[in-house]
């Protein structure tokens, strides 16, 4: 590509500045699109390591209600089955015949979950000695093993065993100690920013706050963990582990956020507002009440998520206050022992057995889709509802 | 009776007396109007005036009565704080509704309780930083008793571990001296993850930034711009498996190939993958300084001839250099205070060296695992963390206090 210079232009001193200022452009340009390809490998790597999870291998097996599957479960498998149902799908059975006890006896087709390491073996990732390979291999041509979507993903716990482990009682967690964190941060967030916004008086006291909330906001995530331990659970003595010391910690750790947030949206709310609701004899806190809060509650609400989303990534200070127990059933309040599902991430993380990496990279996936999802929110909440004044 | 249900009978018994307190309050004021005196306010703000009467002095004896016993003052019985509580609501609800008069400003008397309410919200944060600092503080004191704070800053051996055999009342078998806290190894660990993020994420985010700010369309910046921030919002936690199960592994091929050795647990990999995390900090606060740079700057340096790099080397960037180091200073007090990532990627060995792909440790990690576990609140391995975290929490609050001094400067000149 020739380009035609003419007058100065031509000279070499200058065609030697048009050349480096391409080339200049050309890096910036690179930088970005390395910022771009890393999210891509970034993604592609996560989905790829985690899409397998949500599918799982299921048998087909007879269940012998016999006499020795009344103690122990394993037995009501015929023999050759029991390298390759999952151990927990039997566990049961003893529980079920004592509290059933016509169920002795008879017998029963089911569709149980596969061992992990058979799951694992159909989907690539492990290799199975010849015996048992050749059997899965027999099961696959008498269609007594199939692939289904994993539901208990979703509704189960966490568990020692890959293939029954789940989700659900980390998110239901996470949900407990955002609603701890909101109903903390959030009311006290709008207050002091109303307060520093539309009351303070410009004197040292509020500028040693704002100083203060500034830099709470940079303080590293694992000092609100210690503060946390050190406040809440030794000196409080709010049950360590707990979705309520969780939810504190984090609601420190959010609170400079929505303040900060929630004062930016106060200040968009032009000055004639206020003046006018004065001019009717309205008094300050009127004002803020009926004309400003109204106006800025988007901005508002957009901060809290933003702030929320934040803080439902956050492991540090969790696991510095308790929460990386293994939490197999659900709590149900929020003084029990609770994990949440970046808690959970790090738990399988740590597993060593390969079963777990794809578990992990299930939750991430899950994990990222929240997140992505309330941050879409905020951003569509304050496109719908930004006003230009 | 516990503290919870205190708490409850307290809330039911003051719930329908403050209804009672707006209703009666505001009837009170209406009669009033409706005998043709006019009053300063509004009958709805004394209903209002009344249930703070009777509530405010209420819930001031029971806060009181909490605080007193949590700092191991005096510790009241709960019937009586709940007794005394509930009366002083009674008789501040009679004095209420009594005074209510027409000359009285209920409104501004209102506005005062909010004013005050309000107030003490905000003051809840500079609550926080005090008692993170005093907690902190007074936790690294007591560690610091045990521990010399010239060898916790000089020493080059980090090894804990041993004081657990101590605290199980094995100390014979272990014998003088067995744990040290020297802090050298796990400070040049977290300069080395620092370093090697800061130098990831620098050139990328400034790069990216200058791109979105001097050359992009408003169309490309406004795709651009919202894609980088993503990464702003992926938890560390993902990062962190990221890093130790894709990117390690990635490293210690490379390191092979090259026919060097590296360890899956190297210092790089947490390193690199903690600098794409800081990119988006970098880009976003570079950018907006950009943005800020009068357009009169570049203006006068094109009218001078200067091609568009040579522009924003020679006059944007050294504009807006203050801007830069203080977005600078904020990726690295993230890097220090970084948790997840090295905690997953990085390794828990205390090592001294200057190779990046040896397994170091740094700072986080250490506090992560003397907290983790069975917890003895006296060893020195628990309160080790406190005066690690000490540290930590001073150098970033330096770093942040510097930060927005810079940028507070820079506002200054151009606004």
Redesign the interface.
């Known amino acids: 590509m020739e380009r035609r210079l003419t007058g100065s232009a031509n000279n070499a001193m200058i065609r030697k500045?048009?050349r480096?200022?391409a080339?200049?452009?050309a890096?910036?340009?690179?930088?970005?699109f390395?910022?771009?390809g890393?999210?891509a490998a970034?993604f592609t790597?996560?989905i790829g390591?985690g899409h397998s999870a949500f599918w799982r291998t299921e048998v087909q097996v007879t269940l012998d209600y016999n006499e020795r599957a009344e103690r122990i479960g394993r037995f009501a498998l015929a023999e050759d089955m029991r390298e390759i149902v999952s151990r927990g799908a039997v566990r049961s059975i003893p529980l079920e015949i004592r509290n059933n006890p016509e169920l002795a006896g008879i017998q029963r087709e089911i569709w149980a979950p596969a061992y992990s390491r058979i799951d694992q073996y159909r989907k690539g990732n492990e290799a199975l000695s010849p015996e048992l390979a050749a059997q899965v291999e027999r099961l696959e041509r008498e269609g007594r093993i199939r692939t289904t979507f994993n539901w208990a993903f979703f509704t189960s716990g966490d568990s020692k065993l890959p293939e029954l482990a789940g989700i659900f009682s980390a998110a239901v967690g996470s949900l407990m100690v955002l609603a701890v964190t909101l109903a903390f941060a959030f009311?006290?967030?709008v207050?002091?920013a109303?307060?520093?916004e539309e009351?303070?008086p410009d004197n040292k006291l509020t500028q040693?706050?704002e100083?203060?909330?500034?830099?709470?906001a940079?303080?590293?995530?694992?000092?609100?963990?210690?503060?946390g331990?050190?406040?809440f659970i030794?000196?409080?003595g709010v049950p360590r582990s707990s979705a309520l010391v969780g939810g504190l910690t984090l609601g420190?750790m959010t609170?400079?956020i929505i303040?900060i947030s929630t004062r930016a949206a106060l200040r968009s709310v032009p000055d004639p507002i206020r003046l006018g609701g004065f001019a009717m004899g309205c008094?300050?806190?009127?004002v803020v009440r009926d004309h400003v809060m109204p106006l800025s509650l988007p901005g508002i609400l957009t901060g809290t998520i933003i702030g929320l989303?934040q803080a439902?990534?956050?492991?540090?200070p969790l696991?510095?206050v308790?929460m990386?127990a293994y939490i197999p059933e659900a709590p149900s309040s929020i003084f029990e022992s609770a994990t949440v599902l970046?808690?959970q991430?790090?738990t399988w993380?740590?597993e060593p057995r390969k079963a777990f990496?794809e578990k992990?990279?299930a939750g991430?996936m899950v994990?990222?889709a929240i997140?992505?999802t309330l941050?879409a929110t905020a951003?569509l909440l304050r496109r719908k509802f930004e006003r230009r004044w | 009776m516990g503290i919870g249900l205190t708490t409850l009978l307290l809330i039911a018994a003051l719930t329908p007396l403050g209804f009672l307190a707006y209703r009666l309050g505001r009837g009170k004021a209406l009669a009033t109007v409706a005998s043709g005196v006019r009053m300063h306010s509004r009958p709805q703000q004394y209903g209002w005036y009344s249930v703070v009467w009777m509530g405010i002095p209420a819930l001031g004896i029971a806060i009181a009565a909490a605080l007193l016993s949590?700092l191991g003052v005096i510790a009241p019985a709960r019937e009586l704080v709940l007794i005394v509580s509930i009366a002083v609501g009674l008789l501040g609800f009679a004095y209420g509704l009594k005074a209510i008069r027409p000359e009285v400003r209920a409104?501004?008397a209102?506005?005062n309780v909010?004013?005050y309410?309000?107030?003490s919200?905000?003051?809840?944060?500079?609550i926080?930083?005090v008692?993170?600092v005093l907690?902190?503080l007074?936790?690294s004191m007591r560690f610091f008793r045990e521990v010399s704070v010239w060898e916790f800053v000089t020493g080059t051996v980090w090894s804990p571990g041993d004081t657990f055999l101590e605290a199980a009342g094995r100390g014979d078998e272990v014998g003088e001296g067995t744990s040290f806290f020297g802090t050298v190894p796990l400070f040049a660990g977290t300069f080395m993850v620092t370093a090697i993020a800061m130098a990831t994420a620098l050139?990328?985010g400034?790069?990216?930034a200058?791109?979105?700010s001097?050359?992009a369309t408003p169309r490309q910046r406004g795709i651009?711009k919202?894609?980088?921030e993503?990464?702003a919002?992926?938890?560390?936690?993902?990062y962190?498996?990221?890093a130790?199960?894709?990117v390690t592994p990635i490293i210690v091929d490379i390191a092979s190939f090259f026919g060097l050795d590296a360890s899956y647990s190297n210092i790089l990999s947490p390193g690199i993958v903690m600098g794409?995390m800081i990119?988006p900090f970098i880009?976003s606060l570079s950018d907006d300084v950009i943005n800020s740079i009068p357009q009169s700057l570049r203006e006068g340096a094109y009218a001078l001839g200067t091609?568009?790099?040579?522009t924003?080397?020679q006059v944007i960037l050294p504009a807006s250099l203050p801007g830069v180091i203080s977005a600078f200073l904020?990726g690295v007090?993230?890097a220090?205070?970084?948790?997840?990532i090295v905690?997953?990627a990085a390794g828990v060995r205390p090592n001294l060296t200057w190779n990046p792909l040896e397994d170091m440790t740094t700072v986080?990690v250490s506090?992560?695992y003397s907290?983790?576990g069975d917890l003895a609140?006296d060893s020195p391995m628990t309160l080790s963390?406190?005066a690690l975290?000490l540290v930590?929490?001073t150098v970033?609050?330096l770093l942040?206090?510097v930060s927005?001094y810079l940028v507070r400067r820079f506002k200054q000149k151009y606004d």
């Open positions: 500045r048009y480096r200022e080339r200049f452009k890096y910036t340009i690179t930088a970005l390395v910022a771009f890393i999210i970034f790597d996560i390591q009311p006290i967030g207050m002091a109303i307060y520093l009351f303070a040693a706050i100083v203060n909330i500034n830099n709470l940079a303080v590293p995530s694992i000092i609100f963990g210690l503060l331990l050190a406040v030794n000196t409080f420190l609170l400079p303040i008094s300050r806190w009127q989303a439902m990534g956050e492991t540090a696991i510095i308790g990386i970046p808690a991430v790090f993380a740590s990496v992990t990279g991430i994990l990222l997140l992505l941050n951003v | 949590l409104r501004n209102l506005d909010v004013r309410l309000l107030l919200a905000a003051l809840i944060s500079i926080t930083t008692s993170i907690s902190i007074f936790e050139p990328i400034l790069l990216s200058i791109f979105m001097e050359y651009a919202p894609i980088l993503i990464l919002g992926i938890p560390t936690v993902v962190g498996f990221f130790a199960v894709t794409i990119i880009s091609t568009h790099s040579e924003i080397k904020l007090s993230r220090l205070g970084e948790t997840m905690v997953m986080t506090i992560v907290l983790t609140f963390a406190f975290g930590l929490f970033t609050l942040n206090l927005t």
